[in-house]
Nanobody, 123 residues
């Protein structure tokens, strides 16, 4: 499985970005997907995750609730993360994760990670 994240960049506080992650080499619709982020000196944290199939179930980290939206397009093998109302503390490298487990309202990542895309939010 190969994952390619894109869409990061420099944006002013209050702005928006849409991150994309393409997946190849798997039956994409059968796998739950997640987005994580890691800021310098911090641990990687869950931003959002979406269940396999129709994506009827989503999970959001506390920092993302109400501002970010995860979605998927199984016809294009893509997972998206819409970032809105961005804050300087959202500055991080954002990674997509393929095939983690969703259970009891939580997402447990697999060992399959994309290369990351940098999001920088200026104040």
């Amino acid at each position: 499985v190969q994952l390619q994240a894109s869409g990061g960049g420099l944006v002013e506080a209050g702005g928006s970005l849409r991150l994309s992650c393409s997946a190849s080499g798997s039956t994409f619709s059968e796998y739950s997907m997640g987005w994580y982020r890691q800021a310098p000196g911090s641990q990687r944290e869950l931003v959002a995750a979406i269940r396999a199939g129709s994506g009827s179930e989503t999970v959001y980290g506390d920092s993302a609730k109400g501002r970010f939206t995860i979605s998927r397009d199984n016809t294009e093998n893509m997972v998206y993360l819409q970032l809105s109302s961005l804050k300087p503390e959202d500055t991080a490298v954002y990674y997509c994760n393929h095939g983690g487990a969703m259970w009891n309202g939580a997402y447990y990542p697999s060992n399959l990670w994309g290369q990351g895309t940098q999001v920088t939010v200026s104040s």
